[in-house]
């Protein structure tokens, strides 16, 4: 099994036609699988590539390198997951980090792709951006937590009940953190 490659884009003309299409490809193909990472102004699945493109436009629009960077796995030559890394704004927080959208693409899964993406953003965050922590958030239920911890996270709350994925089906929202 191949290691996957790495690479980051943090400037919003760095994010071609051809990366931008793979991300909303790979996006709509994890939501529609299952995924957690369903965009606000997105519908819930099943989901369109039309329906994820403003979302990735936003994404990419507002890439830069001290503040939002696109973190890239690939195989082969081939797209296999992303996540985005940005620096919090506000003075008080600006030592913190946000990792979102963490996905691997479904003919990708089972080989390192998340964990190989986890390592890259602990490493660009604490070494590119000067950050000392990063959090995210999870969706409870898919034991998706247990993936993060593995690679060092660790729970840090829940806002019980906060996420309705459909009626009468509430997950808990799950923070976490990792001190890099």
Sequence with gaps: ???????????????????????????????NAGGAVVPMDCPLPPVTEAALRPAVERI??????????????TVDGALAGWLLLSREQHPLVAHCGTVNHVQTDVRFRGRGVGATLMRHAAGVARDEMGLERLRLTVRSGLGIE??????????????????RVAPGDDRDEILMGLTL
């Excluded at 247990?146 to 996420?163: I, K």
């Design 1 to 31: 099994m191949r290691t996957p490659a790495t690479a980051q884009i943090g400037r919003a003309e760095d994010a071609t036609a051809s990366v931008r299409r793979d991300l909303t490809a790979c996006w709509a193909a994890v939501i």
């Design 60 to 73: 990419t629009r507002d890439l830069s390198p001290q503040r939002s960077r696109l973190l890239l796995a």
């Design 146 to 163: 247990d993936f993060y911890r593995r690679a060092g996270w660790t729970e840090v709350g829940r806002w019980p009940g906060a996420l």
